[in-house]
């Protein structure tokens, strides 16, 4: 097949986000344990009462909100008398962060050889730019999709929270373009304007993801070819568990999640052992 367009899923299809997020957030809960003498059964949920507020698992003012350390820190913030902990997150998450093998040198070719490539991701926007500067994808990809960013301290404005040279945060190359708050797949909408706004047929794009309920599914109901990324499939593991404690996701999505078996699943019409399959599937 020749296809013209990529829509490409990124956390867990381009790189290991949940190894990424599970090891950072754990080595900050166990370090928080460690300074305050207080249990990750006392702090868990009240991480989740936080994250579930702002809308995301990757909240830099977590510590801040949460009541139990606002009282141990008073009258100082947690953010300040508990860093040690957010620097063991930044620490890890900057150490771990890296694409799958061969999805740099995939994306190069399917480039030079006139394919557009589009990302599309839930995660929000800022961590989204980090991880794309971090992995050398800025350029590479055409244009992204993101959620906006929601989730800032009270009073506060992004503007506000940014203290770096305005040269290090956001993409040089990459158009980047926000999703409408509340925006989740599989809601075919965005999915549906990409091909429109590229005047692409649905049968000469291809959908790359992980996650068969949200990106096989989307792509699915919008006659889009598929392609499953099998090798970055995460929540049969026993780590997963942490992020269902303290997600930001609904109890209904949790429980959704749980239950449609891959029985239930939608099937992609290829699957991928690693990225770099997708040459093949293209034709390039
Ligand atoms: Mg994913």
């Known amino acids: 097949m020749a296809t013209k367009l990529i829509v490409t899923d990124l956390d867990n299809t381009l790189w290991d986000w949940f190894h990424v997020w599970y090891a950072s957030f754990s080595a900050m809960l166990t370090k928080l344990e460690d300074l305050t003498g207080l249990p990750a059964e006392d702090l868990e949920p009240e991480m ?12 830099t003012f977590v510590l ?13 913030r947690p953010s300040e008398v508990f860093a040690e902990a957010l620097a063991v997150r930044a620490r890890v998450r900057r150490a771990e962060t890296r694409l799958y093998d061969g999805v740099f040198d995939t994306l190069r070719r399917l480039s030079s050889a ?28 055409n244009v992204l999709f993101s959620a906006p960013d929601q989730g800032f301290p009270e009073g506060m404005s992004r503007d506000e929270l940014r203290t770096n040279e305005p040269s290090s945060y956001g993409l040089k190359d990459t158009e980047h373009r926000t999703t409408p708050p509340g ?67 609904s109890d209904a999505d949790v429980e959704r999640e749980r239950v449609l078996g891959a029985a239930n699943a939608p099937h992609p019409t290829y699957v991928l052992a690693e990225y770099s399959d997708l040459l093949g599937v293209c034709g390039v």
């Open 48 to 59: 989740r009462m936080v994250h579930q507020r702002v809308g995301t698992t990757e909240y």
């Open 64 to 76: 801040d909100e949460m009541p139990c350390l606002v009282e141990r820190a008073w009258p100082r």
């Open 114 to 141: 006139g394919v557009r490539v589009v990302a599309f991701t839930e995660s929000n926007a800022y961590w989204t730019e980090w991880r794309i500067r971090k992995t050398g994808l800025d350029g590479l990809i």
């Open 183 to 249: 925006y989740l797949k599989p809601d075919p909408t965005i999915l549906t304007s990409i091909l429109d706004d590229c005047d692409i047929a649905p049968s000469d794009a291809l959908f790359v993801g992980d996650s068969l309920i949200k990106d096989i599914g989307m792509a699915n109901g919008v006659g889009v070819p598929s392609a499953h990324a099998a090798y970055g499939v995460a929540v049969a593991k026993p780590e997963y568990e942490l992020l269902r404690r303290v997600t930001h996701w």
